[in-house]
């Protein structure tokens, strides 16, 4: 995109990536915040929690995991069970912490960036949910320290690489991103295993979806527009869902033509799905949609990570394309094997937090990840995992 369309806050994050680590911290000094921390919290250990504690204290963080029991395999940093819905013992949690990561059902992340914000502290989150986000965003005009919800894969990552691809356009006429976590060997009609969240699947599938369309910023119904992707000869559909843009709406109206998120499912099942919740009308029953839908297509370990993004533009009087396709795959970590959707959740947002402790990115406000120069996120020693475990074709 030419220079005059980069929103102001891409001259200040360059401003700290071109000067030495000292100028950097002295920046972030003057706003009244260290942009150098080591203590963090991290709140729920499910698979992805774990392994971003796991990393953090990799990268020399002091880690202080909890939930409300303790973790069934031996962890390196420390544990403390407690509720999570309990303000006090937030608030008594957050009083020792330099920053917070929320791994959280996502309707639980309001309160706690609350109490980060009262705490002084930073936040990270990896929510997709649109509302909490725009409550975060408000908290942020009045943070101490740095606000910085959807961290995860998508939002978060792809919009990273969505971002990054769009630029050096002199003219930008559409952002395209698909990302899909699946199983490698799908199995029955839906060909899907929940791997994620439940509640998070449930609320893509329901909620509307922003989307920039000729240049107009609107609504759209989710699964819908359906398209089919191949990757790495791999035949999928793909089908709007909610919140995968994050913050990208806000971003680049007015700069790009047409902008949006879909997920990417094996063939047949955005039907089935929409049969399931609106012809069953069980889009009235969320809790139980979840509960139906994971008890019979439960995780599994053999999973995969589908990333398609494209960007097209003009550049120099020619119009381009440019591309990133890849496929994520289980690897190890810290002795253990790690699911694709885990791994490349929990990196996407401990590269952040190492982007942030090393004056990388800003210690105030509210972190867009759109803004995140995707080179420097994929030479954090976290971020580097995209470079070394991607199956790709380019």
Not at 307 to 334: C, M
Request: proline share 5%; with cysteine.
């Amino acid at each position: 995109m030419r220079p005059e369309a980069i929103p102001a806050v891409f001259f200040y994050e360059f401003f700290l990536l071109s000067q030495p680590h000292e100028a950097s911290a002295a920046a972030s000094t003057a706003m009244g915040v260290s942009m150098s921390f080591k203590r963090i919290a991290v709140l729920g250990l499910g698979k992805v929690g774990c392994l971003a504690a796991t990393l953090l204290h990799e990268g020399g963080f002091e880690v202080t995991g909890v939930d409300t029991q303790l973790p069934q395999a031996e962890v390196p940093f420390m544990c403390r069970v407690g509720d999570i819905s309990d303000p006090a013992f937030v608030t008594e949690l957050l009083s020792g912490a330099e920053a917070v990561l929320s791994c959280l059902p996502y309707h639980l992340n309001i309160e706690l960036a609350r109490a980060a914000h009262v705490a002084g502290i930073h936040y990270f989150d990896l929510t997709e949910d649109v509302p909490t986000t725009n409550l975060i965003l408000e908290l942020s005009r009045t943070s101490s320290g740095l606000m910085a919800p959807q961290c995860g894969l998508a939002p978060g990552f792809v919009g990273i690489v969505g971002a990054s691809l769009a630029d050096g356009f002199d003219a930008c006429r559409s952002i395209r991103m698909r990302v899909g976590a699946l199983p490698q060997n799908p199995t029955g009609l839906l060909g899907y295993a929940f791997n994620w969240s439940p509640e998070g699947v449930v609320n893509e599938y329901l909620n509307d979806c922003e989307v920039i369309e000729g240049g107009v910023r609107k609504l759209v119904s989710p699964m819908e527009w359906h398209e089919t992707v191949y990757v790495e000869g791999v035949k999928l559909e793909a089908f709007t869902t909610s919140g995968g843009l994050g913050t990208m709406c806000d971003t680049l109206h007015g700069k790009v033509d047409n902008l949006d998120y879909k997920t990417m499912r094996y063939p047949g099942h955005m039907e089935l799905m929409n049969f399931f919740f609106h012809e069953l009308l069980m889009r009235e029953q969320r809790k139980l949609a979840g509960e139906i839908l994971t008890n019979a297509k439960p995780p599994v370990e053999d999973d995969v990570v589908y990333v398609h993004v494209a960007a097209e533009g003009t550049q120099a009087g020619s119009l381009r394309r440019k591309e990133f396709v890849r496929a994520y795959y289980p690897i190890e970590i810290a002795g253990a094997r790690r699911t694709a959707i885990a791994w490349t959740t929990s990196a996407s947002v401990v590269a952040v937090i190492e982007m942030v402790r090393d004056g990388k990115l800003p210690a105030t406000g509210f972190l867009h990840q759109e803004h995140i120069p995707l080179d420097v996120f994929l030479q954090t020693p976290t971020g580097s995992l995209f470079k070394a475990s991607a199956s790709s074709r380019h």
